[in-house]
């Protein structure tokens, strides 16, 4: 009850108005990760009451600046943000892609049971990834330097398609080591229950 609670207030906060069942199922996500956290070491958080702000709000941020219908969570790792996001947007299509064996079990079991229909999981290192149909938002949570993460996936984006990749203290540095070619805009982020600096980085490619 205290987890639903913290969801509901923090969605609240976050002005996110999900349905009951997607927070029924956010918080049936945040179940079989803690359950599979204590064989796999998928995340660093180990209490559920600490997974609500550094997981499931933390990934819901960036709602939205999604653009579909296509999305790719790049390094999705233990399926964050991007099972969250399919819980909220069951509209969008989310492609889940990470090159760590145990991560991707974890992520295709909980899609499973979760009973998501807008999730495909792939296991591949990002820049040997080459699908039929390119994406609309590519998302990175906690991936790689914004330079190195455009170098290996800037061929998977859509003509008309953008990056966003979640920060943590304004990345000026590693902004200034982006080339020409892209269009920058970044948004500072509040997380609820979550006391640390949070930004967003919007990428357009300009050509």
Same mark, same amino acid.
């Given at each position: 009850? =205290?987890?639903?609670?913290?969801?509901? #207030?923090?969605?609240?906060? $976050? %002005? /996110?108005?999900?349905? !009951?069942?997607?927070? *029924?199922?956010?918080?049936?996500?945040?179940?079989?990760?803690?359950?599979?956290?204590?064989?796999?070491?998928?995340?660093?958080?180990?209490?559920?009451?600490?997974?609500?702000?550094?997981?499931?709000?933390?990934?819901?941020?960036?709602?939205?600046?999604?653009?579909?219908?296509?999305?790719?969570?790049?390094?999705?790792?233990?399926?964050?943000?991007?099972?969250?996001?399919?819980?909220?947007?069951?509209?969008?299509?989310?492609?889940?892609?990470?090159?760590?064996? =145990?991560?991707?079990?974890?992520?295709? #079991?909980?899609?499973?049971? $979760? %009973? /998501?229909?807008?999730? !495909?999981?792939?296991? *591949?290192?990002?820049?040997?990834?080459?699908?039929?149909?390119?994406?609309?938002?590519?998302?990175?949570?906690?991936?790689?330097?914004?330079?190195?993460?455009?170098?290996?996936?800037?061929?998977?984006?859509?003509?008309?398609?953008?990056?966003?990749?979640?920060?943590?203290?304004?990345?000026?540095?590693?902004?200034?080591?982006?080339?020409?070619?892209?269009?920058?805009?970044?948004?500072?982020?509040?997380?609820?229950?979550?006391?640390?600096?949070?930004?967003?980085?919007?990428?357009?490619?300009?050509?």
């Amino acid at each position: 009850m =205290k987890l639903e609670k913290r969801l509901q #207030q923090g969605l609240r906060d $976050l %002005g /996110l108005d999900l349905t !009951v069942p997607a927070r *029924e199922q956010l918080l049936n996500f945040l179940g079989l990760l803690e359950k599979w956290n204590r064989t796999y070491n998928l995340t660093a958080v180990r209490d559920p009451e600490q997974m609500v702000p550094r997981h499931l709000l933390d990934s819901l941020t960036v709602l939205p600046y999604l653009q579909g219908p296509q999305v790719l969570d790049i390094g999705t790792g233990a399926g964050l943000p991007g099972i969250p996001l399919a819980l909220a947007r069951p509209d969008l299509e989310f492609t889940l892609l990470d090159s760590n064996a =145990k991560k991707t079990r974890f992520v295709t #079991q909980a899609v499973h049971e $979760l %009973g /998501l229909k807008n999730v !495909v999981v792939v296991q *591949e290192r990002v820049e040997k990834f080459h699908p039929e149909k390119k994406f609309d938002t590519l998302i990175a949570r906690a991936f790689a330097s914004i330079p190195d993460m455009l170098a290996a996936s800037r061929h998977l984006c859509a003509p008309r398609g953008r990056f966003l990749v979640m920060k943590g203290v304004f990345p000026q540095e590693e902004l200034a080591a982006v080339t020409d070619g892209y269009r920058a805009e970044v948004k500072a982020l509040h997380i609820p229950g979550l006391d640390a600096a949070r930004h967003v980085v919007i990428l357009a490619p300009t050509n």
